[in-house]
């Protein structure tokens, strides 16, 4: 089992910055990849951005590309995902989850084992 706790989000005008932050507990997470999704009031879950258990490998949904960066420390069993030029489209819960995997990056929803409670991002225009 791994335990997922994501924090960092909040408040921010349109244009600003947050980064957030998942922390994972449990069996030894860096041969978890890890990823990013996000969901809006009515909407389904979507992905966002992605990273490989070694770290060397990324992958980002068209709408966050060039704005957001996923990176992680495996150190520290921490994810981030720092998020620029943000917009209102941006605001949802952002949900951290894990899949014990150390040869892709998965991208979909199904693919992930583990998910966090979430944490909310809201971006005011």
């Known amino acids: 089992q791994v335990q997922l706790v994501e924090s960092g989000g909040g408040l921010v005008q349109a244009g600003g910055s947050l980064r957030l932050s998942c922390v994972a507990s449990?069996?030894?997470?860096?041969?978890?990849?890890m990823g990013w999704f996000r969901q809006a009031p009515g909407k389904e879950r979507e992905f966002v951005a992605s990273?490989?258990?070694?770290?060397?490998?990324?992958r980002y949904a068209d709408s966050v590309k060039g704005r957001f960066t996923i990176s992680r420390n495996n150190a520290l069993n921490t994810v981030y995902l720092q998020m620029n030029s943000l917009k209102p489209e941006d605001t949802a819960v952002y949900y951290c989850?894990?899949?014990?995997?150390?040869?892709?990056?998965?991208?979909?929803?199904?693919?992930?084992?583990?998910w966090g409670q979430g944490t909310q991002v809201t971006v005011s225009s």
């Open positions: 989850a894990a899949r014990n995997t150390m040869m892709y990056v998965p991208t979909t929803r199904r693919e992930y084992e583990y």
């Open positions: 449990g069996r030894t997470s860096s041969r978890y990849a």
């Open positions: 990273i490989r258990a070694s770290g060397d490998s990324t």
